[in-house]
């Protein structure tokens, strides 16, 4: 496949070297966006790079006296679709660091800057956390009544869902606890009837159109305003915190689309949810909270570590778990996680989930629509069914990742990739009208979840709780195991064939042009695989309680089996299938269930599925992905399993012209202006000549490409023919030649070498650990 | 430049707005008394069906006898009935749930506005105004070729212009462009986000 755009750092071609001197080079893209800025700061320059630079910390505040004392705006920040240079960002972080903190000792207001400083981080945080957890609250709100708005509307004020509608009325019945006569159906509305066939078609007629209609919106909105805003975020949020920059990505356009299109996209019926773009919608805040503090505008080592505790908050108010979000940021998204922002993501996540718990979406303080509440005990027995639902998630994670990569690259290269408002019409055309029929899938995914998950109690009267009840030995809440009703056999074939509609349609939904998560969808099947699994072995028990394997522990009238525990085994299983997670996932459900009780029963079948899935194909989805799209991205988890040195994957090759130098004097403009033209690398070594080859530097294209442009606007007689220098001192020149240009305060002095015998495993244990862009291979200096 | 500062201020003002509102309203004591309510669930008990009660009380009177009316079974039956039943105080906010629905609504009217006018009426306002020179024009995309080009952008951004029609129209150019870009990334190359 050709990646023009983008070239794999993990992934050179094998070749070896005629000259001495040799590089492993990772080119950034051939795509050169024309803006070069991020989002422009508010104070209208583009960061001020410093103009002077001593790699690797030698005399950190010592600044060289040269021409170019004050730094040209634009040197040390990064074009779009390239990697930042860790070691850089760090070392400038490092000596800001010390010049305030020497600096602090002067005078009162440097030692309140200082200590402004200290605290711009909590700062940032704090901002962040009340950000993430609005946006959560009003995504929350709005996706609820507009979800409910696909099925009537409530004449008391048009704001209120289905449910906010009928809460003070006194007509709701124990078996029908949502009517009431505030809340009218499409069809009551048009044609004053409720029931029959006529307005049963109306009401399809409308649920239909109106999930159109979203999904037209949405799709238009992404098309026209932000087309970052599209997908779940995850796997580029991935390759951006390891370093790459995708400019406007996590820009205040794509913020507010996404805001809004997700909003869209979850009411429109479609089978994806709302966790993974809200990841993506708190690093969004993160990154334009960035801008009020200079301490991080201007690195983006330091940004980073603000979009790790972004994602914890985002995963925190999206499960109302705090230390999940935390768990998840440092397990899947970040790429280096210093102890620092551990704490300072939980902050982040611990603001975010109190604001959101105050905006009170859902009533009762709760923040996740599903939640578990019963606390019955299981037994070491049911492990086994509960590992047979973790094989099942392992599974199914695998098909899923197969099937929608397939489906990806399909989108991606054929011709159904070129009409994507189409697609994404076409798609919900058929999940609505498959999904209407079905009362368990007409509902969003989160009630659907909510309901498997709920342990059924004399209060209930939904279908699914729908037992033989035996009055006289009913006891309060502890229900005994008792046989199904007809109500539970109904139920159980609709949520079958739900569970194979789900399983097929999230495969096509997820990767299309509006924002879409996968965390809600995977759990509906592993709950809806997990439910039926529990009733099954709940009847089993029932109707077979003399077998050997049920009689110690289930006697009869006692309350052994929970259906709703497997069916949040299930989802946990499914949950972890498809996304690899482990600590992460075992957490969230412990903080959705609030009790340690069930933490075995999740854990063996989260092992479980992680290990099945990982024998049937290595990568999570969000690693596929990234694969697909041909991100750089050194994956941190693999090994790498060649036995080759350095010298054998370095470029350039044994056939290719020898490596494009610079020498530090004797060089022209217009001859530097030829190098950069004729070649598509984004940075040359520095020799000390031609014949000698010894290494003095390392300069970056842009770099050279912005001081040349300055010199040539602010100084005096550059012209083509002016000698450029990189040494310390300038040699005389000769009479009549136009005046010289010295460059050496953008040149790298220390760059990271390697020998030529290198092995392979520590030059790649180098790049991910440093976080190099480059690395030069000397043979004898 | 003004075009952004703008944008970034409207964000901050909704996102200020929304928490700060909403944090008020619940800590303020003046509840609407429609915004709070004990529901009691009676499952079924001997021949009466089950039924649900709501009743405007506040948390302290939340329970089956406060309730309950009128009560369906006779005096000694009230105990065991009442043990059977569920009774749960649930507070929620009218106000927050509005204001979050119309300001959701109106950001949507409003983008959905602002398509609309970039789509349909930009181009004849615009000839209308400024004549033909001042159309876009779409350029292809400044590749690898034009190294110096970019270094151009990135330096002239640090001039100022002095008209302000100028720089909505410049920061507005920008940004279309942008979008553009963006846009051919993701729908025509599948570069990004496939």
Same mark, same amino acid.
């Not at chain 1, 999940?431 to 079905?438: I, M």
């Not at chain 2, 079924?44 to 309950?68: F, M, T, W």
């Given at each position: 496949?050709?990646?023009?755009?983008?070239?794999?750092?993990?992934?050179?071609?094998?070749?070896?070297?005629?000259?001495?001197?040799?590089?492993?080079?990772?080119?950034?893209?051939?795509?050169?966006?024309?803006?070069?800025?991020?989002?422009?700061?508010?104070?209208?320059?583009?960061?001020?790079?410093? #103009?002077?630079?001593?790699?690797?910390?030698?005399?950190?505040?010592?600044?060289? !006296?040269?021409?170019?004392?004050?730094?040209?705006?634009?040197?040390?920040?990064?074009?779009?679709?390239?990697?930042?240079?860790?070691?850089?960002?760090? $070392?400038?972080?490092?000596?800001?660091?010390?010049?305030?903190?020497?600096?602090?000792?002067?005078? %009162?207001?440097?030692?309140?800057?200082?200590?402004?400083?200290?605290?711009?981080?909590?700062?940032?945080?704090?901002?962040? #956390?009340?950000?993430?957890?609005?946006?959560?609250?009003?995504?929350?709100?709005?996706?609820?009544? !507009?979800?409910?708005?696909?099925?009537?509307?409530?004449?008391?004020?048009?704001?209120?869902?289905?449910?906010?509608?009928?809460?003070?009325?006194?007509?709701?019945?124990?078996?029908?606890?949502?009517?009431?006569?505030?809340?009218?159906?499409?069809?009551?509305?048009?044609?004053?009837? $409720?029931?029959?066939?006529?307005?049963?078609?109306?009401?399809?007629?409308?649920?239909?159109?109106?999930?159109?209609?979203?999904?037209?919106?949405?799709?238009?909105?992404?098309?026209?305003?932000?087309?970052?805003?599209?997908?779940?975020?995850?796997?580029?949020?991935?390759?951006?915190?390891?370093?790459?920059?995708?400019?406007?990505?996590?820009?205040?356009?794509?913020?507010?689309?996404?805001?809004?299109?997700?909003?869209?996209?979850?009411?429109?019926?479609?089978?994806?949810?709302?966790?993974?773009?809200?990841?993506?919608?708190?690093?969004?805040?993160?990154?334009?909270?960035?801008?009020? @503090?200079?301490?991080?505008?201007?690195?983006?080592?330091?940004?980073?570590?603000?979009?790790?505790?972004?994602?914890?908050?985002?995963?925190?108010?999206?499960?109302?778990?705090?230390?999940?979000?935390?768990?998840?940021?440092?397990?899947?998204?970040?790429?280096?996680?210093?102890?620092?922002?551990?704490?300072?993501? @939980?902050?982040?996540?611990?603001?975010?989930?109190?604001?959101?718990?105050?905006?009170?979406?859902?009533?009762?303080?709760?923040?996740?629509?599903?939640?578990?509440?019963?606390?019955?005990?299981?037994?070491?027995?049911?492990?086994?069914?509960?590992?047979?639902?973790?094989?099942?998630?392992?599974?199914?994670?695998?098909?899923? /990742?197969?099937?929608? *990569?397939? &489906?990806?690259?399909?989108?991606?290269?054929?011709?159904?990739?070129?009409?994507?408002?189409?697609?994404?019409?076409?798609?919900?055309?058929?999940?609505?009208?498959? =999904?209407?029929?079905?009362?368990?899938?007409?509902?969003?995914?989160?009630?659907?979840?909510?309901?498997?998950? +709920?342990?059924?109690?004399?209060?209930?009267?939904?279908?699914?709780?729908?037992?033989?009840?035996?009055?006289?030995?009913?006891?309060?809440?502890?229900?005994?195991?008792?046989?199904?009703?007809?109500?539970?056999?109904?139920?159980? &074939?609709?949520?079958?064939?739900?569970?194979?509609?789900?399983?097929?349609?999230?495969?096509?939904?997820?990767?299309?042009?509006?924002?879409?998560?996968?965390?809600?969808?995977?759990?509906?099947?592993?709950?809806?695989?997990?439910?039926?699994?529990?009733?099954?072995?709940?009847?089993?028990?029932?109707?077979?309680?003399?077998?050997?394997?049920?009689?110690? &522990?289930?006697?009869?009238?006692?309350?052994?089996?929970?259906?709703?525990?497997?069916?949040?085994?299930?989802?946990?299983?499914?949950?972890?299938?498809?996304?690899?997670? %482990?600590?992460?996932?075992?957490?969230?459900?412990?903080?959705?269930?609030? #009790?340690?009780?069930? *933490?075995?029963?999740?854990?063996?079948?989260?092992?479980?599925?992680?290990?099945?899935?990982?024998?049937?194909?290595?990568?999570?989805?969000?690693?596929?992905?990234?694969?697909?799209?041909?991100?750089?991205?050194?994956?941190?988890?693999?090994?790498?399993?060649?036995?080759?040195?350095? !010298?054998?994957?370095?470029?350039?090759?044994?056939?290719?012209?020898?490596?494009?130098?610079?020498?530090?004097?004797?060089?022209?403009?217009?001859?530097?202006?030829?190098?950069?033209?004729?070649?598509?690398?984004?940075?040359?070594?520095?020799?000390?000549?031609?014949?000698?080859?010894?290494?003095?530097?390392?300069?970056?294209?842009?770099?050279?490409?912005?001081? /040349?442009?300055? =010199?040539?606007?602010?100084?005096?007689?550059?012209?083509?023919?002016?000698?450029?220098?990189?040494?310390?001192?300038?040699?005389?020149?000769?009479?009549?030649?136009?005046?010289?240009?010295?460059?050496?305060?953008?040149?790298?002095?220390?760059?990271?070498?390697?020998?030529?015998?290198?092995? !392979?495993?520590?030059?790649?244990?180098?790049?991910?650990?440093?976080?190099?862009?480059?690395?030069?291979?000397?043979?004898?200096? | 430049?003004?075009?952004?500062?703008?944008?970034?201020?409207?964000?901050?003002?909704?996102?200020?707005?929304?928490?700060?509102?909403?944090?008020?309203?619940?800590?303020?004591?003046?509840?609407?008394?429609?915004?709070?309510?004990?529901?009691?669930?009676?499952?079924?008990?001997?021949?009466?069906?089950?039924?649900?009660?709501?009743?405007?009380?506040?948390?302290?009177?939340?329970?089956?006898?406060?309730?309950?009316?009128?009560?369906?079974?006779?005096?000694?039956?009230?105990?065991?009935?009442?043990?059977?039943?569920?009774?749960?105080?649930?507070?929620?906010?009218?106000?927050?749930?509005?204001?979050?629905?119309?300001?959701?609504?109106?950001?949507?009217?409003?983008?959905? *506005?602002?398509?609309?006018?970039?789509?349909?009426?930009?181009?004849?306002?615009?000839?209308?105004?400024?004549?033909? $020179?001042?159309?876009?024009?779409?350029?292809?995309?400044?590749?690898?070729?034009?190294?110096?080009? +970019?270094?151009?952008?990135?330096?002239?951004?640090?001039?100022?212009?002095?008209?302000?029609?100028?720089?909505?129209?410049?920061?507005?150019?920008?940004?279309?462009?942008?979008?553009?870009?963006?846009?051919?990334?993701?729908?025509?190359?599948?570069?990004?986000?496939?």
């Amino acid at each position: 496949m050709d990646n023009k755009a983008f070239q794999r750092g993990s992934r050179t071609s094998l070749q070896s070297a005629t000259s001495d001197e040799d590089m492993v080079e990772i080119a950034g893209a051939t795509l050169d966006f024309s803006i070069t800025d991020d989002i422009p700061p508010l104070d209208g320059d583009i960061g001020e790079g410093y #103009g002077s630079y001593n790699g690797g910390g030698v005399n950190g505040s010592v600044k060289m !006296m040269d021409f170019l004392d004050e730094p040209i705006p634009g040197v040390g920040t990064y074009e779009d679709f390239n990697t930042i240079d860790w070691v850089r960002e760090k $070392s400038r972080d490092r000596d800001r660091h010390r010049e305030i903190a020497s600096r602090s000792k002067e005078s %009162t207001w440097a030692l309140i800057q200082s200590v402004n400083d200290a605290f711009s981080g909590w700062m940032l945080m704090l901002l962040l #956390g009340l950000s993430a957890g609005s946006l959560a609250g009003l995504i929350d709100i709005s996706a609820h009544w !507009m979800t409910d708005l696909k099925e009537g509307v409530c004449l008391s004020g048009f704001w209120f869902n289905h449910e906010h509608c009928c809460w003070t009325s006194n007509e709701t019945t124990f078996n029908d606890r949502d009517k009431c006569p505030q809340w009218k159906s499409w069809a009551e509305l048009f044609t004053n009837r $409720s029931q029959g066939a006529f307005a049963y078609i109306l009401n399809y007629f409308m649920y239909v159109l109106w999930a159109l209609l979203f999904s037209f919106l949405a799709v238009s909105l992404v098309r026209g305003f932000a087309p970052y805003a599209c997908g779940s975020g995850i796997p580029e949020i991935k390759t951006i915190l390891s370093g790459f920059i995708i400019r406007g990505y996590l820009g205040k356009w794509t913020l507010v689309i996404k805001t809004i299109t997700l909003v869209l996209a979850v009411s429109s019926g479609l089978s994806l949810g709302k966790e993974g773009p809200l990841v993506h919608v708190a690093c969004c805040c993160g990154n334009i909270l960035c801008h009020l @503090f200079t301490k991080y505008r201007k690195n983006e080592a330091k940004r980073r570590e603000v979009l790790s505790a972004a994602a914890a908050a985002g995963v925190s108010v999206a499960f109302g778990a705090p230390i999940g979000g935390v768990l998840f940021s440092l397990e899947e998204v970040s790429y280096y996680f210093p102890l620092k922002t551990l704490w300072r993501s @939980f902050f982040a996540a611990l603001v975010a989930a109190f604001t959101l718990r105050s905006i009170n979406p859902f009533g009762n303080s709760r923040l996740v629509l599903f939640y578990v509440e019963f606390h019955s005990p299981w037994h070491l027995l049911e492990l086994i069914p509960f590992i047979l639902l973790g094989i099942f998630g392992g599974l199914w994670g695998a098909f899923f /990742i197969w099937a929608n *990569i397939a &489906w990806c690259r399909k989108r991606k290269t054929t011709k159904l990739g070129k009409y994507p408002l189409l697609e994404v019409l076409t798609v919900t055309a058929i999940t609505a009208v498959l =999904a209407f029929p079905n009362e368990y899938t007409k509902r969003s995914t989160s009630e659907l979840i909510s309901e498997l998950f +709920n342990d059924c109690s004399m209060l209930d009267s939904s279908k699914l709780c729908d037992y033989i009840n035996d009055f006289n030995s009913t006891k309060g809440d502890d229900l005994p195991d008792r046989a199904a009703n007809t109500g539970v056999h109904t139920a159980m &074939w609709q949520l079958s064939l739900a569970l194979i509609f789900k399983i097929l349609i999230t495969v096509v939904t997820f990767g299309m042009k509006v924002p879409s998560g996968l965390f809600i969808p995977s759990m509906a099947v592993g709950a809806i695989a997990g439910r039926l699994l529990g009733i099954g072995v709940e009847q089993l028990a029932y109707y077979h309680r003399d077998w050997v394997i049920f009689q110690g &522990w289930c006697s009869p009238g006692a309350d052994c089996i929970t259906p709703g525990l497997y069916a949040m085994v299930g989802a946990a299983a499914c949950l972890g299938g498809v996304t690899r997670m %482990t600590v992460s996932l075992v957490v969230i459900m412990f903080e959705l269930t609030g #009790g340690l009780e069930y *933490i075995v029963p999740l854990m063996a079948a989260a092992m479980t599925s992680k290990w099945v899935a990982d024998a049937i194909g290595r990568e999570g989805i969000y690693e596929a992905h990234i694969r697909l799209n041909g991100y750089p991205f050194l994956e941190a988890k693999e090994e790498f399993t060649h036995k080759t040195l350095a !010298m054998d994957v370095m470029k350039p090759r044994r056939n290719d012209p020898p490596l494009t130098v610079l020498t530090q004097e004797g060089m022209k403009v217009e001859d530097v202006e030829a190098v950069i033209n004729e070649t598509t690398y984004s940075g040359f070594p520095v020799v000390v000549s031609r014949e000698s080859q010894r290494l003095v530097g390392f300069v970056l294209k842009r770099d050279l490409i912005i001081s /040349i442009e300055n =010199a040539r606007k602010k100084q005096d007689g550059i012209v083509s023919s002016s000698m450029i220098y990189f040494t310390e001192h300038t040699p005389p020149l000769p009479p009549h030649s136009p005046a010289s240009l010295k460059l050496r305060n953008i040149l790298d002095l220390s760059p990271f070498t390697v020998t030529d015998q290198t092995p !392979m495993e520590i030059v790649v244990d180098i790049f991910r650990k440093l976080g190099l862009r480059q690395c030069l291979i000397t043979h004898n200096g | 430049l003004w075009f952004d500062a703008l944008g970034l201020l409207v964000f901050f003002q909704l996102v200020f707005v929304l928490s700060f509102s909403t944090l008020l309203l619940n800590v303020s004591d003046a509840k609407n008394s429609e915004d709070i309510r004990c529901k009691c669930i009676c499952p079924p008990y001997r021949e009466h069906a089950g039924h649900i009660y709501n009743k405007n009380v506040s948390q302290k009177d939340c329970d089956c006898l406060h309730v309950v009316e009128p009560m369906p079974v006779p005096g000694r039956d009230v105990e065991a009935y009442c043990l059977r039943c569920e009774c749960k105080y649930e507070e929620r906010s009218s106000a927050t749930i509005k204001v979050t629905i119309i300001i959701y609504l109106s950001i949507l009217g409003l983008l959905l *506005i602002y398509m609309v006018y970039l789509t349909l009426l930009e181009p004849f306002v615009k000839r209308r105004l400024f004549g033909h $020179s001042q159309l876009i024009q779409n350029d292809d995309e400044v590749g690898d070729h034009q190294p110096f080009a +970019n270094a151009h952008e990135v330096l002239a951004q640090a001039r100022s212009r002095a008209n302000v029609l100028n720089k909505v129209e410049y920061a507005q150019q920008r940004w279309k462009r942008q979008v553009q870009e963006q846009r051919k990334s993701v729908f025509d190359h599948h570069v990004v986000l496939s």
